[in-house]
């Protein structure tokens, strides 16, 4: 399972005007941090752009840039499921990726990820903000970023050095689980 989400992050003003888009949705000036990560929280592929970019279109251009990965599985292994928020639209990506890659469809398969009703929420005694399944993965794999100091806010000049940072941070953060002593 490979799930996916993007966030946006507000530019400093060391910021380049490559690097400047405004999120409507989230109302931020910056960039949008683009990432596909597995099960455990930690990144598939990582993707920088500006904040204007649609999380579709985000999405279809981390897959473009990755394609080789998605032509190097074999077809008769089971798909792999890509978990996705309510931003995506599976029918949209389905069609822009069957351009790139005609044969991925065969390999991946979309999943929009559920959310508890108040109904399902109460007859679990739960209320306010409960988290959907799998999603908080991601989340929190964010949050690990947020940890990062140079990634609270956009400090770089391009795009492909804000992705490198984000790639940094996850290698430290894996070079201390396997340092760690258990």
Known sequence: MIIIDSQAVKNTCNASVESKGFCFYK???GIKRHLA???LGFPFFTLCTRANVSDDA???EIFTLNIDYFKSKPIDIPKITILLDHG???EYLTQELE???PDIMTKIQFQLSTKPSKQEKAA???SGFVPAIARWVIERSNAWMERC???VKNF???LVSATAKINLCFIRLMIKRLAAPS
């Open 27 to 29: 109302a931020t000036n």
């Open 124 to 126: 679990q005694g739960k």
């Open 37 to 39: 990560i597995d099960t």
């Open 156 to 158: 770089e000049r391009t």
């Open 88 to 90: 995506y639209h599976p």
């Open 149 to 151: 100091k140079i990634l």
């Open 58 to 60: 985000g999405l279809i």
């Open 99 to 101: 351009q790139i890659y």
